[in-house]
């Protein structure tokens, strides 16, 4: 016996006034993480509030524009509002020379040519439906 179900959409607005630099460098090819002043934690994705120590008092820190794949995965599903996406795709996580754990879209290769620890350029772009997202590629070495 089972119930048939049915999709699920929640639309909400993901307020972001204290991380607007991350949203603007995405927009520009840059990406961002934040780093309390009072601790010296970094964050990726960049924190509005210190979760350790809960101040406020951060510095915007640019990260390096190349990594290593740590991960990835390939998804045959696609989510709604994901169109313009062919399926299959990769997503990976890249570790930046500053430790920062980065996840992305990896484009520009085949999925059997994916090895952890490849070198990758990190970087983002405007999406068709308006939305910036991190892509990685594959470095020429």
């Not at 961002?32 to 350790?52: E, I, L, M, S, W």
């Not at 809960?54 to 740590?70: Q, R, T």
């Not at 995965?73 to 890249?94: C, M, N, V």
């Not at 620890?117 to 910036?132: A, F, L």
């Amino acid at each position: 016996m089972s119930i048939k179900s049915r999709p699920l959409i929640l639309i909400h607005d993901i307020p972001i006034t204290k991380t607007k630099m991350f949203w603007d460098g995405l927009k520009e090819g840059r990406i961002y993480a934040t780093k309390c002043r009072d601790c010296g934690k970094v964050y990726f994705p960049p924190q509005a509030d210190c979760p350790k120590c809960l101040k406020s008092n951060f510095e915007w820190v640019p990260l390096s524009s190349e990594g290593e794949i740590e991960t990835f995965t390939e998804s045959h599903l696609k989510p709604q509002g994901f169109t313009h996406y062919e399926k299959p795709y990769i997503i990976a996580i890249a570790k930046t020379p500053e430790g920062v754990k980065v996840m992305g879209w990896l484009e520009g290769v085949e999925v059997s040519n994916v090895k952890v620890g490849m070198k990758v350029e990190i970087t983002s772009r405007i999406q068709q439906d308006g939305y910036p997202v991190i892509i990685f590629k594959p470095k020429n070495t």
